[in-house]
Structure formats: C-alpha cells, structure tokens
C-alpha cells in the first residue's frame, strides 16, 4: 500500500511538510508505523497549486528518501495546497506513469488501497470510462483508472466518487470478488479538498485530520510552524507526521471530508450502485 498527505491553507514551503517534522512523510517512507507495509520505496510525486491554470506535478521512480530533486524543488517551492504521496506497488509496474498523484486538467488525484482482482474486472471497469477520457490514461494502475471512473460520472465530487466506487463493488461482486475496493483518497480541483476513506469489508487504511489551528496553538505554543499557519490551515495524512497530544483525529470509517473555505465538513460515504 501506499502513505500520502494532503495539506490546505497558508501557503508553506513543501519542505516544511515533507521534511521537518520528526515523523514527515519521508520518514515514513522507510518506517511506517501504520501502513500494510513498513517501506513505501516503489516511487513517489507531489502535486501543488501555483500561478498556472493546472497544478504542477513532480513524479519519480526512485525511493522519496534518496531523491535529490525532490529535497532541491521542496526548499524553493510554497503552495496552499499540495497533495504528496509515496508509493508501495500493489503489482503494477514501478514506472513514472504509475506514480500518484495523477492529474486532469485543474484535478489531482491520489489514493492509498487497491480495487481487488483487478486485472480480472478492469475490462469492465475500462468501458465505463467515457471515450473522450480514455486517451488521457497513461498508466496501468488499478488507482488512475478509479480516477478516471469518478471524472467519467463527475457532476460533484463526493456524487462522483460515490458512483465509481459503486460501479467497482458492483462489477467485483459480478466477478465473486469479496471485498473489491479497499481505499483512502484525497482529491481537489485547487479550491476544495476532499477526502475519503471507506473499503467494502469495512476496515479502511489509516486516516487522520488535524485538529483546528487555533486549538493547536493553545494546546502547543513551542510549535513554531503553527505561528505561520492561518486558522483555516488543515493538514490530511494517512498516519500521524508529529507526535502531539490532540493534533490528530481519526476520519471515521465509511466517511469523507471537505476542506473548504469557512467550516470544513466531516460527512457520511455511501457508495452508489449503477
């Protein structure tokens, strides 16, 4: 499987979020406390919002924790809103197109889990995606084709990923697939975040969100990169980056977020079927 981060609000250097603190996504890269495996080492990328229309992405095959690009480019770029994420293959090749998170227009797109059996129900699943879509796939993973299902049946994003992982339950069960979806996703167009965790057996990944900013600056006042965040900065991380009494919250199973502008939301996810 896979850890990833999604952050929203002041912008920040990338550095500060994937280097700093003591248990940083890099770290996890090589010691994972909660994920499936204890080194996520098949590759990794970051997304962020800058000047351009669309995001700008930085992908690589190569362990994020010997990668000298990516320490080079997180100390010179700040964002309000990056998505990061390191990768531990579930079968699919390690390849540059396989690295998350993928990217559509002004969407970006990562998930940790996979869509069981895959290869046996991704002809089903591939003539779903709408045909004008298709060509825009570049990869072989199980996670950008759910992607590109959830573009296909786009009309609000908690709808849309509803649908898709409705349609993939449906068509695993069609092929006596038990549990056909495990999943923790994050997903934004540069505005909103969202952020998803559910699996059809009903025990998801990790997911946490952190506790407001206000708060945290009260509870830790020696935190000197909570003195640089706006109340409304909001981090998402498959498994807590900093050890700090009351800074995390567990995103319930079977349940997604909004991280938007004013009050974030903390809502139930109810797959949809076709």
């Given amino acids: 499987m896979c850890r990833w981060l999604a952050y929203s609000g002041s912008p920040v250097s990338i550095e500060t979020l994937l280097y700093k603190p003591e248990h940083s996504l890099i770290d996890q890269s090589l010691h994972s406390q909660l994920g499936a495996e204890t080194t996520n080492g098949d590759g990794f990328g970051i997304g962020w919002y800058g000047a351009a229309d669309t995001p700008g992405v930085f992908h690589s095959v ?6 000298r690009n990516l320490r080079d480019l997180a100390a010179h770029i700040s964002s309000p ?8 293959s579930s079968g699919s090749p390690v390849q540059e197109t396989n690295c998350h998170p ?4 002004r969407w970006l797109w990562m998930h940790n889990g996979l869509i069981r059996e895959f290869p046996k129900v991704k002809r089903d699943l591939a003539l779903a995606v709408d045909p004008s879509l298709y060509a825009s796939i570049e990869g072989s993973t199980d996670s950008e084709f759910f992607f590109f299902l959830a573009l296909t049946l786009e009309d609000d994003p908690p709808g849309a990923v509803e649908r898709a992982v409705g349609l993939i339950e449906k068509v ?9 979806i495990q999943m923790t996703v994050a997903t934004t167009d540069g505005g909103s975040l969202w952020a998803f965790r559910y699996s059809s ?15 945290l600056r009260g509870l830790h ?3 000197e990169v909570l003195s640089m965040l706006g109340d409304e900065s909001r981090l998402i991380v498959s498994e807590p980056i900093r050890d700090l009494p009351g800074a995390w919250n567990e995103v319930p199973e079977s349940s997604y977020g909004v991280v938007q502008a004013g009050q974030d939301e903390l809502l139930p996810f109810r797959p949809v079927a076709p």
Avoid: C, K
């Fill in 221 to 223: 006042p020696e935190v």
């Fill in 172 to 180: 695993g069960r069609d092929h006596d697939v038990e549990h056909p």
């Fill in 102 to 105: 993928f990217r559509h227009g």
């Fill in 81 to 88: 809103l990056v998505l990061a994420h390191i990768r531990a």
């Fill in 201 to 215: 057996e009903g025990s998801s990944r990790s997911l946490y969100y952190s506790t407001d900013v206000p708060t």
């Fill in 62 to 67: 190569e362990p994020a924790w010997n990668n």
